[in-house]
């Protein structure tokens, strides 16, 4: 990286961290063992969601979620076409089809009038995404998936800690998904989490995380049965989480309260900087809630400045400065295009708040001067 380069979005690890992942290099237990059971039992409480499962990723979770709730070929699952890839290939991973809805343009986040003209006898589940760590408006959602007898699997692969209407994301659908990617708020590399107070669904990802095998590595090896025996009830996969990516899930969980505060600085000394320029600031639906700020997105008044976006990313870049663009659109992606013979203007509002959408660097590590730094770059660029 160009010295002095602000990146877009670099991890916080401490030396709690470091000192976990060291302590269980010198255990010798590396894959799913006593950390992940601990890191579950942490998360789960933190949540306040009666079951918590470690994944290695949130593709993962979303993939055992929509599996545990017996998605299968034929069937439909409504999802934001505002979002990452991940969350529509889990749908065909099983044979069953997405089915893309607009997002409201002033949160990102799925419509829920959308979702109602989209639900058929087809719908099995609705997966909506707290875009960007701001909770989607539940409360409609809900409704609908209780009418039509839908399930919902969330993807809150943003929101950690993301609040809604005083209940925590994790409690409130069918199941949840965390991610803890690099970048993500609670950042162990690669990783995931899925909460969710069904005890049916719990056992059945339990089974599919590793191969379909009817208890995981550490009851096998500990149990008072002989060691050497399982039985494979399904086909399952490998999507268990090791004790090295949980010993840094530990303590990045003992300091997320911290890291939101701070996010949540960051975006307020930015709204109240960038008042008064040609771009649109994050709404805030609700501001009784907690947003996890995970992301923060600006979007360009393109009418009103001489630049395109990509020429105001560029002049960023030029000024030492990273970001990004969450998210491009999934039916401007050729699979997804072509796969469901969709045109641009099918998603007016995602396509629109795509060609303006800049992410800017927000995240614990940042200093003041680090804001005030992409708070002068803007303005200059912009004026
Ligand atoms: C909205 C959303 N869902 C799911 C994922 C997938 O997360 P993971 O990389 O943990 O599989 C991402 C990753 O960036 C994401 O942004």
Not at 190 to 212: F, Q, W
Not at 340 to 362: G, H, M, N, T, W
């Amino acid at each position: 990286m160009r010295k002095g380069f602000l990146p877009f979005s670099p991890p916080l690890i401490g030396e709690e961290e470091i000192a976990e992942v060291v302590d269980t290099l010198r255990s010798g237990w590396l894959t799913t063992g006593p950390k992940t059971a601990r890191f579950e039992r942490e998360f789960a409480q933190y949540v306040g969601a009666p079951q918590a499962l470690a994944v290695n990723s949130a593709t993962a979770g979303l993939h055992l979620a929509l599996e545990a709730i017996g998605v299968g070929p034929g069937d439909h699952v409504i999802t934001p076409v505002y979002t990452f890839t991940a969350c529509a290939e889990v749908i065909r991973y099983l044979g069953a089809d997405p089915v893309f809805v607009d997002i409201e343009r002033a949160t990102f986040n799925i419509d829920p009038q959308r979702i109602e003209r989209a639900l058929t006898s087809r719908t099995r589940a609705i997966l909506p995404v707290h875009l960007g760590g701001q909770a989607c408006d539940m409360e409609p959602i809900v409704a609908l998936a209780r009418e039509n007898g839908v399930k919902i699997i969330e993807d809150a692969a943003h929101a950690l800690p993301t609040v809604y209407k005083a209940r925590m994301v994790g409690t409130i659908g069918d199941a949840t998904v965390f991610s803890f990617y690099v970048t993500k708020t609670l950042a162990t590399g690669e990783g995931g989490m899925v909460t969710t107070a069904s005890d049916e669904m719990a056992k059945r990802m339990k089974v599919m995380r590793l191969h379909g095998i009817d208890r995981d590595v550490w009851d096998r090896y500990t149990a008072d049965k002989p060691n050497w025996y399982y039985e494979v009830v399904a086909p399952g996969f490998k999507y268990n989480m090791s004790d090295l990516m949980a010993a840094i899930g530990i303590h990045q969980l003992k300091n997320i309260d911290r890291f939101q505060k701070r996010r949540e600085e960051i975006a307020r000394r930015y709204t109240e900087a960038f008042s008064g320029l040609p771009l649109r600031t994050p709404h805030v639906a609700r501001p009784e809630d907690t947003h996890s700020w995970h992301l923060y997105v600006i979007q360009l008044e393109l009418e009103k400045i001489k630049l395109t976006r990509n020429q105001f990313i560029e002049r960023m870049a030029d000024a030492g400065i990273g970001t990004s663009v969450h998210f491009i659109p999934l039916h401007l992606h050729p699979y997804w295009r072509d796969r469901y013979s969709l045109k641009p203007e099918d998603f007016p509002v995602a396509l629109d708040c795509y060609q303006r959408a800049v992410s800017l660097p927000i995240y614990p590590k940042m200093t003041d001067d680090d804001v005030e730094r992409v708070i002068t770059a803007v303005r200059q660029i912009l004026s």
